[in-house]
């Protein structure tokens, strides 16, 4: 049975590769999209990809996981450092949650180096370029023991 992952991402990543490149890289989120696909092909396993700028609709997604997810890729993006809603939601899952952070969020302004998802996610990428989406799938395949 093919593994399934929900791909999750938050407020103005619909803008990736479209503007600060020296910050985010010039990859659209249809790139990244289209590689989280490729990869989860690879390694066995199913991609629910999406965005949102509306943090209820993220809730609604790690919701949806629930019924049918093997694991989690979070990018909450600004939500990351605000959301408690999102927090409880994960922790309503009972799968790996891997969170992920294109920048390094440890090198830029202070408000950014608090995560409230921190607390849930069984790892976190930060600062590898949109690439953090195709490690975590890997470590994902791993918690999760996918067929490949
Ligand atoms: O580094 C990351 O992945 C972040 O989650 C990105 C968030 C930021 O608030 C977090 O602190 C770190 C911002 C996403 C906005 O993405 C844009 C991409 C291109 C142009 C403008 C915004």
């Given at each position: ?33 289209r590689d989280c696909r490729a990869l ?109």
């Amino acid at each position: 049975m093919t593994r399934l992952i929900y791909v999750l991402n938050g407020p103005n990543l619909n803008l990736l590769g479209k503007r600060q490149p020296e910050i985010y890289g010039h990859e659209t989120l249809a790139d990244v999209e289209r590689d989280c696909r490729a990869l989860a092909g690879e390694l066995g396993l199913g991609v629910r990809f999406h965005q949102s700028n509306r943090e209820y609709e993220i809730i609604d997604w790690v919701h949806a996981a629930r019924e049918d997810a093997a694991g989690i890729v979070i990018n909450p993006a600004a939500f990351t450092h605000t959301s408690v809603a999102i927090l409880d939601a994960l922790n309503a899952f009972d799968g790996p949650v891997i969170e992920v952070h294109i920048s390094n969020v440890h090198k830029r302004e202070a408000f950014r180096h608090h995560s409230f998802v921190s607390g849930r996610a069984d790892g976190v990428i930060a600062g590898f370029g949109t690439q953090g989406y195709l490690l975590a799938l890997r470590r994902l395949a791993h918690l999760v023991g996918a067929a490949a």
